[in-house]
């Protein structure tokens, strides 16, 4: 299969797509609200898990089918906190947190029409810079 991948549906409605676009038949799942953290997952990884979780579930882009893709997204947070040199993990961090609309530029197609926007993650950027 060639060409960019497929946005989540959650992302596409969230960026206002045209209906046409959005596929109604997609597998639905329920959101992971108050869904842990394994208990393999490192320190910084659990950590990132109880921050972002509540918030991409709260918007509707976390579904109990996609908590092993967001493990992935947190051990590999976890691995570069540990090791900031290791730039393959860098690299697989960059990946899968564009699959979740946590980059600027893939934040930056998305407006919420599920209320306020919440800052909670703008704060926690700010408070990382900060260190």
Known sequence: M??????PTALKILSGSQASQINRREPKFRLARGARPPAWLGF??????RRLAPLL???GVLT???LPAFENLCDE???V?????DNQARDRLRKWVIEFGLSPSSRSRISSILGEPVDELQAF????RGR
């Open 81 to 85: 906190r540990r090791d900031p040199a």
């Open 57 to 59: 579930a709260e918007k």
């Open 77 to 79: 947070y976890d691995i």
């Open 44 to 49: 910084h990884g659990r950590g990132l898990w």
């Open 64 to 66: 109990v089918g996609d």
């Open 125 to 128: 950027l700010a408070q990382k």
């Open 2 to 7: 060639r060409g960019r991948k497929p946005r």
